[in-house]
């Protein structure tokens, strides 16, 4: 089953967005797995990001990312990993169209409210880093048979 790591990030926490970001997900119809408000230390924040350590960026993206709480959560579903993207936008928020979670709440890359996987195997890898194993829920939701024949 394909996973995906969403996080609301710092700013979207205090902007009070955490409600709309995770209606977004939640009515789509995506499974959510796992979801707690965490204060990220900077070592999960570098291990995170570890792929963007070169950047010039990197060390105002790791201030940003451990400045607050954030929301972490893991949501299922087929294909779930690319529609969060889509949902979620550009990663300029002034280039997202609007509809998506950044083109409606957000002007700026370094304040761009929301994480989202880039693929299902990074989806696992920060499942697994952002949450302990029983952190998460195995359940089927009531609505089951009214989203998937
Ligand atoms: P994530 O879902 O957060 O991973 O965003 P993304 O996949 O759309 O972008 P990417 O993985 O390339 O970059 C990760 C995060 O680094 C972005 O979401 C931004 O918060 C930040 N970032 C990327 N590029 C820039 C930049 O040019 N300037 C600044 N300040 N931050 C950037
Ligand atoms: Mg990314």
Not at 13 to 40: M, N, P, T
Request: charged share 25%; hydrophobic share 40%.
């Amino acid at each position: 089953t394909e996973e995906t790591y969403i996080m609301v990030k710092p700013d979207g926490v205090h902007r009070c967005l955490v409600g709309e970001i995770i209606s977004r997900f939640e009515k789509k119809g995506f499974l959510l797995k796992g979801l707690k408000l965490f204060q990220c230390p900077k070592d999960l924040a570098q291990e995170h990001y570890k792929d963007l350590k070169e950047k010039s960026f990197y060390p105002s993206l790791i201030d940003y990312i451990t400045s607050g709480p954030v929301v972490c959560m893991a949501w299922e579903g087929a294909g779930v990993v690319a529609s969060a993207r889509k949902l979620i936008g550009a990663t300029n928020p002034l280039q997202a169209e609007p509809g998506t979670i950044r083109g409606d709440l957000a002007v700026q890359t370094g304040r761009n409210v929301v994480h989202g996987s880039d693929s299902p195997e990074n989806g696992k890898r920060e499942i697994a880093l952002w949450f302990k194993e029983g952190e998460l829920c195995q359940w089927v939701p009531a609505q089951a048979p009214w989203l998937i024949e």
